[in-house]
């Protein structure tokens, strides 16, 4: 394989930015509507996938340090988006559970995400929509 050429990376960098730019509007809009910031919405997300995990799980996922984490779940309770539990299999342990209102605002969140995709790929016909979905798979599934 030949490397890329500096006009390609440049190329490159300038479509990313660009889609990082629509990305960010997207996850602003969410924010905005619930008034949360970037890292509560991402913890959310996590909670919403992972029901009854604990503080440190989110934490490790996000590599964030376990104080930014425990701020992060207190506005999220606040705001009554999650919960705290306690399980009864272990009562020293705290599990975080998404709520209604929380659910609601995952997903506000992943429509507009899905929005931001749906135009990308409105630009493509429908031969290059094919391409394109199989090159950024074979990027993201990439080790390099």
């Given at each position: 394989?030949?490397?890329?050429?500096?006009?390609?990376?440049?190329?490159?960098?300038?479509?990313?930015?660009r889609f990082t730019r629509r990305f960010k509007v997207?996850?602003?809009?969410?924010?905005?509507?619930?008034?949360?910031?970037?890292l509560d919405i991402q913890a959310l997300l996590f909670?919403?996938?992972?029901?009854?995990?604990?503080?440190?799980?989110?934490?490790?996922?996000?590599?964030?340090?376990?104080?930014?984490?425990?701020?992060?779940?207190?506005?999220?309770?606040?705001?009554?988006?999650?919960?705290?539990?306690?399980p009864q299999e272990n009562r020293r342990s705290v599990?975080?559970?998404?709520?209604?209102?929380?659910?609601?605002?995952?997903?506000?969140?992943?429509?507009?995400?899905?929005?931001?995709?749906?135009?990308?790929?409105?630009?493509?016909?429908?031969?290059?929509?094919?391409?394109?979905?199989?090159?950024?798979?074979?990027?993201?599934?990439?080790?390099?």
């Open positions: 394989m030949t490397a890329p050429t500096p006009e390609q990376v440049e190329k490159l960098a300038i479509a990313f930015e997207a996850e602003a809009a969410a924010a905005l509507k619930n008034s949360l910031n970037a909670i919403n996938d992972h029901p009854e995990c604990t503080l440190g799980d989110v934490a490790r996922h996000l590599e964030v340090a376990l104080t930014t984490m425990s701020s992060s779940v207190d506005r999220l309770v606040r705001k009554q988006m999650i919960e705290r539990q306690r599990s975080l559970k998404i709520t209604k209102q929380g659910e609601e605002a995952v997903l506000g969140y992943v429509d507009g995400y899905r929005a931001s995709c749906k135009a990308m790929l409105e630009a493509l016909d429908p031969a290059e929509r094919l391409d394109f979905l199989d090159l950024t798979q074979k990027i993201s599934q990439s080790e390099g």
